[in-house]
């Protein structure tokens, strides 16, 4: 049993958690029936938790493996995936203060870079 694949495991159940959580304090009017504002965000919760579970059931059976098949493949290019992911995290801190339109247009410059275009 090697702690990696329980670690992961386990924060996939905490961000089922912590988006269940965080859904329940969505505000929703009387006026809504069943569906609502918080019924996605219910549902892609719940399925983190579901996945979550069965991830700690692999991983604590010994049966999810981590390594890689091929010593020889190679290795993936972490530069788009930053490219990307600091986009998403650039437009995340800067909708506030700068606004959609400049936070969003940043964004797009940094997710097509990281696409190579």
Do not use: K, Q
């Amino acid at each position: 049993m090697r702690p990696g694949p329980i670690l992961v495991a386990l924060m996939v159940i905490a961000g089922g958690i912590g988006m269940v959580m965080a859904t329940r304090l969505i505000p929703v009017s009387p006026g809504y029936a069943r569906v609502g504002p918080t019924l996605f965000p219910l549902i892609v919760g719940g399925a983190l938790l579901i996945l979550g579970v069965a991830l700690l059931a692999e991983a604590l059976a010994g049966r999810w493996h981590c390594e890689a098949t091929d010593p020889e493949e190679e290795r993936p290019d972490l530069v788009p995936l930053l490219w990307v992911g600091g986009g998403l995290l650039l437009n995340l801190m800067l909708i506030r203060p700068v606004g959609f339109i400049l936070s969003s247009s940043l964004m797009h410059v940094m997710v097509a870079t990281g696409f190579g275009a």
